[in-house]
């Protein structure tokens, strides 16, 4: 093992055990959440009730251990040797993979707290954080939203392998660095934010791209992380201003899909140009998921772990399986690839140059005609779930990415509890109405720079409700007039059964008793039950 003074940043295998059902143990495999949220490592038994720093050998830290057993209770195995790896041999800047005894990679992450005695007496307290373990390190967790199987990587359940052997001496320098790059790859890179109009999905697809772009411990995240929730809107801010910086180098690049755009435009196609004599030309034009690909792959044959996001805004307003074509096969993550790999690759069918049109390098992955996707490259699409003017998305894409509900908030508007209120009412009541239909209402119409909209605040309010939210309801309720108005409840007076029109609000208060005004329609709205309405 490296003594105390050998600069080697060691890589440590830390594993969860199932420990002895049927003893009153701690079984800390039951407590890798907190590992994990709290920011540490933990175990010891009953026995181990000592300052492990203060055995200056191995035999000596045994017989400490031994010497707290029965002789009717002795173990069959000692583990002496995690102990005092733990203990004595790992390091701050030491790596840790997080492991259970199943042989799964959960997270990892660097020592940041060198080894710490808790004298807690004869029970462990392994449900109260770290003061609840023995033996614990501090550790800022890297990766730790993966699974990745290490038993074909590395057969052994703590510690490090003897990298004196020749199969595990590249274990620090080499194959922990892939597992590291496992754990990342195997980390969802195809996202799609899905959610009624106005919860703010495109909103967020910047927060989202940006920390794909970027790794856990880059310094902007990091510092981030250390803001109050109640800075939302000034990390959303910083976060527009990261975007614009990583858009700026060619990071993060975002695309609308619409019912006309294809394939061509997604990947290549043969495009017409006109010259300057006025003349007709014909050119190569490569889409933005080739520049993004062609992007990342450069990082990777350059050495540089840099993520790149493609944003894909609307994504089920086009038709994916006429975008995509072949190269939905490429999505998956199993099949992403790195610069000489032996993954899939699908030739396309025009072959690259040294340079496109628009003088960007061409990896040399891409150098033959054939096409793959990097692991580095994210892919983030938004969609509206209550959009029926679209079929539904194909459902070959569907099942290769992750979706994140983002559902109408109205606690964004408790500054004003009235309009809190009137959408969390409007929200039950399209519910009931139109049941597994996505037709919602989201709060972001109903706020400006987080703070949700004053009744004093009349033309901004009363435009809110009449360019957004009416336009919305007569579209869904269209040529159900006598629905509409049961919906609108006491305001159903608004409504015109005739035609489903839906009267505007006005924008200046002329009196505390003004009809149109827009705390007069939110007070109509709210102050029957929902059973009123039905």
Same mark, same amino acid.
């Given at each position: ?36 949220? &709290? @920011? =540490? ?8 009730? /000592?300052?492990?720093?203060?055995? +200056?050998? !191995? #035999?000596? *830290? ?68 770290? &003061? @609840? =373990? ?8 890297? /990766?730790?939203?993966?699974?990745? +199987?290490? !038993? #074909?990587? *590395? ?88 975007? !614009? #910086? ?289």
């Amino acid at each position: 093992m490296p003594s105390e003074t050998t600069p080697v940043r060691n890589s440590w295998m830390c594993s969860c055990v199932i420990g002895d059902k049927n003893k009153p143990k701690p079984n800390n495999i039951d407590a890798m959440p907190i590992f994990l949220a &709290e @920011g =540490f490592f933990g175990f010891g038994m009953s026995e181990s009730n /000592f300052d492990i720093t203060g055995c +200056s050998t !191995k #035999e000596e *830290l045994k017989a400490r251990i031994l010497a707290n057993y029965s002789a009717e209770n002795l173990p069959e195995k000692m583990p002496v040797d995690q102990y005092w790896k733990i203990a004595k041999e790992a390091k701050v800047g030491d790596r840790v993979f997080l492991t259970s005894y199943k042989g799964i990679i959960y997270a990892s992450g660097e020592i940041v707290d060198a080894y710490r005695f808790n004298d807690i007496g004869s029970d462990s307290r392994p449900g109260r954080g770290r &003061e @609840g =373990f023995r033996h614990t390190i501090g550790i800022r967790w890297k /990766f730790r939203d993966a699974l990745f +199987s290490w !038993k #074909e990587w *590395l057969p052994v359940d703590f510690g490090i392998p003897d990298i004196s052997s020749e199969r595990y001496k590249d274990w620090n320098t080499k194959t922990a660095d892939a597992i590291e790059r496992k754990l990342k790859e195997s980390a969802s890179q195809n996202l799609i934010l899905t959610g009624p109009p106005g919860t703010g999905k495109t909103y967020y697809s910047t927060r989202y791209a940006v920390k794909a772009c970027l790794p856990p411990d880059d310094p902007f995240i990091e510092e981030i992380s250390k803001l109050k929730k109640s800075s939302e809107d000034y990390v959303m801010w910083e976060f527009r201003l990261k975007h !614009k #910086e990583l858009r700026e180098q060619g990071r993060i690049e975002t695309v609308t899909f619409h019912q006309n755009y294809d394939y061509s435009d997604f990947i290549q196609g043969i495009r017409p140009r006109m010259k300057s004599d006025g003349g007709l030309s014909y050119a190569l034009v490569r889409g933005p998921l080739w520049r993004m690909a062609n992007r990342a792959m450069l990082a990777l044959e350059k050495g540089e772990e840099k993520g790149f996001a493609l944003v894909i805004d609307e994504i089920n307003r086009g038709n994916v399986a006429k975008i995509f074509g072949e190269l939905i096969t490429l999505v998956e993550i199993d099949k992403r690839d790195r610069p000489g790999g032996s993954g899939l690759r699908i030739p396309l069918l025009y072959a690259s140059e040294k340079s496109d049109e628009d003088g960007e390098e061409v990896c040399k992955e891409f150098s033959d005609g054939t096409f793959c996707l990097p692991p580095n490259l994210h892919i983030i699409g938004t969609m509206n779930s209550a959009d029926k003017s679209v079929q539904r998305m194909d459902s070959a894409l569907r099942r290769r990415f992750d979706f994140i509900d983002m559902p109408p908030r109205p606690g964004v508007l408790s500054d004003n509890p009235k309009l809190e209120s009137f959408l969390e009412v409007l929200n039950r009541r399209l519910n009931k109405a139109k049941p597994g239909s996505g037709c919602l209402l989201g709060h972001a119409w109903l706020i400006q720079d987080g703070v949700a909209l004053p009744f004093s605040h009349t033309k901004l309010l009363c435009a809110a409700f009449n360019n957004k939210v009416f336009p919305l309801l007569s579209e869904w309720f269209w040529n159900e007039p006598g629905q509409l108005k049961r919906l609108f409840g006491g305001a159903g007076k608004y409504v015109d059964p005739g035609t489903s029109t839906i009267q505007r609000l006005n924008d200046e208060l002329t009196g505390p008793e003004t009809f149109c005004s827009a705390e007069n329609f939110v007070n109509y709205f709210i102050r029957e039950s929902d059973d009123d309405v039905e």
